[in-house]
C-alpha cells in the first residue's frame, strides 16, 4: 500500500477538466497568474466531450432580432421561473463574447456559405441560436480547451482523485487527495479553489453519464467544506437515451435529432407529442419531451422494451450525414443499426444536474470564502428546465469570470492560514478506507443506490415513494460501515469507487429530501400527488446535512425581460 505523499502549491486549484474547469483554468493562465488543474478523467474523455447538440448565443446571424434580453426571457421562462434573473443575464450578456473565445482559439463552427456561424433552432427558443459542429460540438469545445491550454502550459493532472477541500475558518487552502494508478496522495496547498466535477446523475439506473463520472463528487467536497446545495431534486431527464445494449442504457440521441426534423411515435405508430404540445410537437422542452415519452410507456403504449421511437429515416440521407454524423455513427456501432432506413428506440434518461452546489450570481462564490463552483456543480441558471445548448455557454462565461474572481480572492490574502488538523483528517479519512475489509461490495451498493433513485425519484415522484427512497438510503448508509476496499496490481480504483459511492449516498439523500418539500409539479419535477404548480414554491429549495431543507427568495426578473416573456403553458403537463 502506497503512502508517498507529493505537495504541490498553487495559486489556484480548479478541479475537474471538462469545459468549466479548463476554461477557468485557461482565464488564470492568460492573466500571468499560477494555475493546476486535476481531473479523476483524462482531459480529452472529459463529459463535456459528450454534449451532442450545440451552444447557444445571441449572435443574431440567423435571426437578425435575436437579442440577449430575449434569450435570457426563453430562459426564465422555461425554467418554470426557478432560474436566477441575474445569474441568466450574466450568461445571455457574456454569450457571444463566449463564442468569440471559441474561435479566437481555433474552433471550427459549422458555417453558412457566406460564412456566417450556422445556427439552428432547438426547443424552446425564440430564435435560432444555437450553434454547433455538426452533433459532437461539446467534443470540439472540449478539443479547442484542451488546445489552449496547452498553448498556455497550464499543468493539467490526469487520474486524480480529490477526496476533500481543505478549510481553516471557513477559508480555503487546497485539497488533498490520490493518484488512482499508483496510490500517491497529494497535498496541494492552494489560495482559491474552483470545483468543476460534474453533476449527480450517475446516481440512477439509465442516465448519459457513463461509469463513476457525475456520481455527486462536487457536491460531496462542497457539502464537506461547508457549502450548501441549491435545488438537488431538479434533475433533468433527457428524452432520448438508447434503451440497448445494457452496458450502453441511456447514451443519448441529440436533440439535433428532433432539431433537424425527427418524429416522435409510440408502439402504435401514433405521432404522440400531438397531445403533449401541439404547437412545437417534436421541438417542445425537454421536460414535457420526457415526460410524454414517459406517460406513453407508463399507459401501455410503449414498446415490448419500455421505449417509443424517434424517427430520422424520412430526412434526405446527406441531412443525417452531414447534421447527424454522431448519432449515425454511434448507433451503427452499439446496435448494427441504420438510422437513414429505421427508427431508434428511446426512453428518459437522467441527463443533468439543473440544481448543484448553492453561488453567487455576480461570481458563483460559495459559502466557503475562496471556493467557487462552476458548471454542471453549480446551481442559479436552469431552474425547473434547461434549455438545450445553454449549458455549455454557461461554462465559458462563469470559466472566465470565476477566473477572475479565484485571481481576486488570492490577491486579497495577508496571508494563507493553513490547518494541520484538516490535514491530519483528510489523510485519515483514506488511510481509514483502505484498512476496511468489511464484507459490503461497494459496487453493488452503488447499484442499489442507482435501483433506489430509479425506482422512488425518477421522472414522477410521490410523498410515499420519496419516504420509501430515503429509507432504502438509511440502510445503504448503514451497510457502508462495512465495506471492504481491496487495492490490486490495476490500481486504487477501489478507493476511487468508495468516494463515488460517499458522494451518491449524500447526493441521493439530498435530492429525495428536496423532492419531498416541493409539494407540486414544475417543469422537471412531476409529483403525482401534487400535480399542480404552486406558486408559493416559486422558491429556491437550499439544502445542507445541518439546516435540512430551507427555502430562498429568487430575486425579480427586470421589466424589459419580463415583457419579453409569455406565460408558461400548462399543456403536457400529465401525472402518473
Known amino acids: 500500500m502506497s503512502t508517498r505523499e507529493r505537495q504541490i502549491s498553487t495559486t489556484v486549484l480548479v478541479i475537474g477538466t471538462g469545459g468549466s474547469g479548463l476554461r477557468a483554468a485557461i482565464e488564470v493562465a492568460e492573466r500571468g497568474v499560477d494555475v493546476l488543474a486535476v481531473g479523476k478523467r483524462p482531459r480529452n474523455d472529459a463529459h463535456t466531450s459528450l454534449a451532442a447538440g450545440g451552444i447557444n448565443a445571441a449572435l443574431g446571424t440567423m435571426d437578425a432580432d435575436d437579442t440577449w434580453q430575449q434569450h435570457a426571457a426563453d430562459t426564465i421562462k422555461e425554467s418554470y421561473q426557478l432560474a436566477n434573473p441575474h445569474t441568466v443575464e450574466v450568461v445571455t450578456q457574456g454569450a457571444e463574447r463566449g463564442i468569440r473565445d471559441l474561435e479566437r482559439w481555433g474552433m471550427d463552427f459549422a458555417r453558412e456559405d457566406d460564412g456566417r456561424i450556422s445556427q439552428r433552432f432547438f426547443g424552446a427558443h425564440t430564435f435560432r441560436r444555437t450553434a454547433f459542429a455538426g452533433d459532437y460540438t461539446g467534443l470540439e469545445i472540449q478539443r479547442t480547451l484542451v488546445r489552449r491550454a496547452e498553448q498556455l502550459d497550464v499543468p493539467i493532472l490526469d487520474g486524480i482523485y ?25 497535498l496541494i496547498h492552494a489560495d482559491a479553489v ?17 461509469r463513476d463520472e457525475n456520481t455527486g463528487d462536487a457536491f460531496r467536497l462542497a457539502v464537506d467544506a461547508g457549502a450548501r446545495l441549491r435545488d438537488p431534486e431538479l434533475v433533468q431527464f433527457h428524452p432520448s437515451g438508447i434503451i440497448e445494449p445494457e452496458n450502453a442504457a441511456g447514451t443519448l440521441i441529440s436533440e439535433a435529432a428532433r432539431g433537424e426534423g425527427g418524429i416522435l411515435r409510440n408502439a402504435l405508430g401514433e405521432r404522440f407529442m400531438a397531445k403533449y404540445d401541439a404547437e412545437r410537437m417534436e421541438l417542445s422542452t425537454r ?61 428518459p434518461t437522467a441527463h443533468y444536474s439543473m440544481g448543484g452546489v448553492w453561488v453567487r450570481p455576480e461570481d458563483h462564490g460559495t459559502d466557503v470564502d475562496g471556493l467557487y463552483a462552476i458548471g454542471e456543480a453549480s446551481s442559479g441558471l436552469h431552474g425547473a428546465n434547461r434549455l438545450g445548448g445553454n449549458s455549455l455557454i454557461e461554462l465559458l462565461v462563469y470559466g472566465r469570470i470565476v477566473g477572475q474572481a479565484a485571481i481576486a480572492h488570492a490577491a486579497s490574502l495577508e496571508a494563507q492560514h493553513r490547518s494541520a488538523e484538516a490535514v491530519s483528517q483528510a489523510r485519515s479519512e483514506i488511510d481509514d478506507l483502505l484498512a476496511s475489509d468489511g464484507r459490503e461490495n461497494v459496487r453493488a451498493l452503488q447499484r442499489a443506490i442507482r435501483n433506489t433513485m430509479t425506482e422512488h425519484a425518477g421522472v414522477v415522484r410521490s410523498a410515499e415513494g420519496l419516504r420509501a427512497g430515503l429509507a432504502d438510503i438509511d440502510l445503504i448508509e448503514g451497510r457502508m460501515e462495512d465495506i471492504g476496499i481491496h487495492p490490486d496490481i490495476a490500481g486504487f480504483q477501489d478507493l476511487a469507487h468508495a468516494f463515488d459511492l460517499k458522494a451518491s449516498a449524500l447526493a441521493a439523500r439530498a435530492t429525495l429530501e428536496a423532492a419531498l418539500e416541493r409539494r407540486e409539479t414544475r417543469g422537471c419535477h412531476n409529483r403525482s400527488d401534487f400535480p399542480d404548480e404552486d406558486p408559493t414554491l416559486r422558491v429556491n429549495l437550499v439544502w445542507s446535512p445541518v439546516t435540512g431543507v430551507t427555502r430562498e427568495e429568487i430575486p425579480a426578473v427586470s421589466d424589459e425581460i419580463q415583457a419579453l416573456m409569455r406565460e408558461v403553458s400548462s399543456e403536457g403537463k400529465l401525472v402518473e
Open 162 to 186: 480529490i477526496t476533500r477541500i481543505l478549510v481553516k475558518d471557513n477559508v480555503v487552502f487546497g485539497a488533498y487527495g490520490f493518484d488512482q494508478n499508483d496510490g500517491t496522495r497529494y
Open 194 to 210: 474552483i470545483l468543476a466535477a460534474g453533476g449527480h446523475t450517475r446516481i440512477w439506473r439509465r442516465t448519459s453519464s457513463r
Open 287 to 347: 421536460d414535457r419531451v420526457a415526460l410524454a415519452a414517459y406517460t406513453e410507456i407508463k399507459q401501455g403504449r410503449g414498446t415490448e422494451n419500455g421505449g417509443v421511437w424517434l424517427d430520422v429515416s424520412h430526412l434526405p440521407r446527406e441531412t443525417i450525414m452531414t447534421r447527424l454524423p454522431r448519432v449515425y455513427q454511434t448507433m451503427l456501432e452499439l446496435q448494427m443499426l441504420d438510422i437513414t432506413a429505421e427508427p431508434i428506440e428511446i426512453a
